[in-house]
């Protein structure tokens, strides 16, 4: 099931940003997912998901934020290992 979440905002902050009020939803979902993801809250999966893009877009993100991409549990990892084998 999909929730939402609506975030007030006047128009001062699109035109401080230069974007689109598209585009500030995606990066307020981003960096709602980042932040979660940053404390432990959510797996990179997960965090990928609320932020509506695929995981390895999701973890070179985490670069562009200056948070630290290798926080995979060891069930993460052997999922990654397991699908990098099935793709060889």
């Not at 902050?13 to 939803?25: H, K």
């Not at 979660?36 to 990179?44: A, F, I, K, Q, V």
């Not at 390895?56 to 084998?85: C, I």
């Amino acid at each position: 099931m999909k929730r939402t979440l609506t975030v007030e905002y006047s128009d001062e902050v699109l035109v401080a940003l230069g974007i689109s009020p598209e585009q500030f939803g995606e990066e307020v979902r981003l960096l709602i997912a980042i932040k979660l993801y940053e404390l432990g809250r959510l797996s990179s999966g997960a965090a990928a998901s609320l932020a509506e893009i695929p995981k390895p877009l999701f973890l070179s993100k985490l670069a562009e934020y200056g948070v630290d991409s290798f926080r995979l549990t060891e069930e993460e990892l052997r999922q990654d290992v397991a699908n990098a084998h099935g793709h060889q």
